[in-house]
């Protein structure tokens, strides 16, 4: 990977993230009213969120999907935006089981997230 200049990460501040996370759960819930709730998987979701990423301004090539955390730590982090950014999914990978986002197993998401920072 060839480095970033210092200043790359700055065109995410043009961003409108709150109509990118928006733009995400309608295409999520327009999945499920259309019956394809029992087909979708977290999988499903990073695509999603790549491609609205996308229409959002920032290219495919400054997005990266399975990165290794920093330091060699445990997992994976679900999204990475030109090394400047991480996003973590919680959501299922079997679309048939169920579980709260308060459940114990959210809990490595969010110290793998926590570990970027």
């Known amino acids: 990977m060839q480095p970033l200049p210092e200043n790359a990460g700055d065109r995410f501040l043009d961003v409108a ?14 999945h499920y009213a259309a019956g394809r709730g029992h087909l979708l998987t977290e999988d499903v979701l ?11 301004g920032i290219p495919p090539a400054d997005i990266a999907i399975e990165v290794a955390l920093p330091g060699g730590g445990r997992g994976k982090l679900d999204l990475q935006l030109a090394r ?7 959501f299922p990978r079997d679309p048939r089981a169920y579980w709260a986002p308060s459940s114990p197993r959210s809990t490595p998401a969010f110290r793998r997230a926590q570990s970027c920072t």
């Not at 990073?46 to 959002?56: D, G, H, M």
């Open 17 to 30: 993230w709150t109509d990118v996370w928006h733009a995400l759960a309608e295409t999520m819930a327009a």
């Open 46 to 56: 990073r695509f999603a969120a790549t491609r609205i990423l996308e229409t959002s």
């Open 84 to 90: 400047q950014a991480a996003v973590e999914f919680k």
